[in-house]
């Protein structure tokens, strides 16, 4: 239901944008962008009314993690991914920064409606940035967009558009009920499934879309999508959970202060490294983001099946794996810096 819903709501609004003259640069940065995380949304925002803040806040998280490490790595194992665009360099940076931001807001242990505020602000400046910098890009490389998805008139647009939103309701009000009695009949926490279940659940459609573009050899799109969905996951979707919840906000469990939103950030900075050296995901490198996600999840479910070997893995993971992969990576930045400087002697 999540992913007809998503795909039904994206046709009628590109549909009906195309029909109303809105550019199809700005349809590929705002329309297509949220109609990928819509089920997150929609999931997210039901949770919230519901008072089921760990099962919201757990879904983005979660997502963003799941995004860089699987949707990325996939991709790159299929298609090593090169970046040309500059918009996309300046996206990540800018996708550091914000989950910095939240991480911040979040732990105080509670994100508040202003923080909400602030991030859909945020949001709007952002949309408004990208539109007018996306001039100096081409179109096709951002959305891939066909003016015959208008064809048949606002009818048929107004009901995909109509269709996709009551799957999209329909579907994320099941998705959160079964999430939460999965929690209580299991016993582990709404935090737990929403980082894991939920969140591999609504970012499937980012999934699919950046594999489909990686096969068809649109390396900037497959990136381009999983940034531009992390950035709306925080800006929107939590500025939105945490604006509709008033004044009591949104509670954030200490676990996702203490673990998961460090892992959620870090994600982030080693995308830095890799598009500073030249700007690529090797196939090498998509298998060690996989992996690494693999150990995320070993090291999410492990306490739950096997108490006595989490403190071991925590530590495995804290003392060996986190020092090699900054260490590779810092090797990797002075090797492309080293010939850099060698290029620059020759040609001088």
Known sequence: MLFGGG??????????????????LVIGLT??????????????????????????????VGSNIFNVLVVLGISAVILPMRVHSRLIRRDVPLLLAVSMAVWGMA??????WQAGLALLFALVINTIWETRTAREE???????????????????????????????????????????AIALGLGVSQTLIGLTI?????????????????????????????VGSNLLNQLLILGSCAFVSGGRGLSVDPALIRSD?????????????IFWTGGEISRREGVLLVG???????????????PDLASPLRSFSLFVVIPVLVALLAIRVWHHWHQD???????N
């Open 292 to 306: 690494l996600y693999g150990l995320y999840m070993v090291e999410q479910i492990l306490p739950l099946t096997a």
């Open 198 to 226: 939920v969140a591999a659940g609504t970012s499937m459609p980012e999934l699919v879309t950046s594999i489909m573009a990686a096969i068809r050899g649109k390396t900037d799109l497959a990136i381009g999508n999983v």
């Open 261 to 273: 939103l460090p892992i959620m950030v870090a994600t982030t900075v080693a995308l830095l490294p």
């Open 31 to 60: 329309v297509v962008a949220l109609g990928t995380s819509a089920p997150e949304l929609f999931v997210s925002l039901i949770s919230s009314f519901q008072g089921i803040d760990d099962l919201a806040l757990g879904n983005v």
């Open 107 to 112: 732990s105080a242990g509670r994100v508040t």
């Open 341 to 347: 400087q060698r290029e620059a002697w020759q040609d």
């Open 7 to 24: 795909e039904l709501f994206v046709q009628g609004s590109v549909a009906l944008a195309l029909l109303l003259g809105v550019p199809q």
């Open 138 to 180: 081409q179109a096709e490389d951002h959305n891939g967009v066909d003016p015959a998805d208008a064809h048949g008139g606002y009818g048929p647009a107004l009901i995909r558009l109509a269709a996709g939103l009551g799957l999209l309701v329909w579907g994320s009000q099941i998705l959160v009920k079964g999430a939460s």
